[in-house]
């Protein structure tokens, strides 16, 4: 997996994001450059596998840090397919 050693706090924001337009796409390519978008999906949905109703958290967490759009189970269902990449 390729990571930028950039570690600039830079506040550039994609326009929001359909999961329904080729979502994993999307994703990895914010991967690719923004590993702190995957570190996110993982705290954040751990946290929700353990307290179901935090799903909703880690939707609305993720759509305010990293402006994308998505429901709540779509990005648990996204962490899950993507921590078996990134392990």
Known sequence: MAVNGSNSSQSVHSPAIKWETSATK?????????????D???KECERANSNGPLWQECSL?????Y??????????????????KYK
């Open 67 to 84: 402006n994308l759009n998505y429901t709540a189970q779509q990005c648990f269902t996204k962490f899950k397919n993507l921590s078996q």
């Open 61 to 65: 967490h993720l759509v305010s840090q």
């Open 26 to 38: 999307v994703l990895l390519a914010f991967l690719d450059t923004r590993k702190e978008v995957l």
């Open 40 to 42: 996110a999906l993982k």
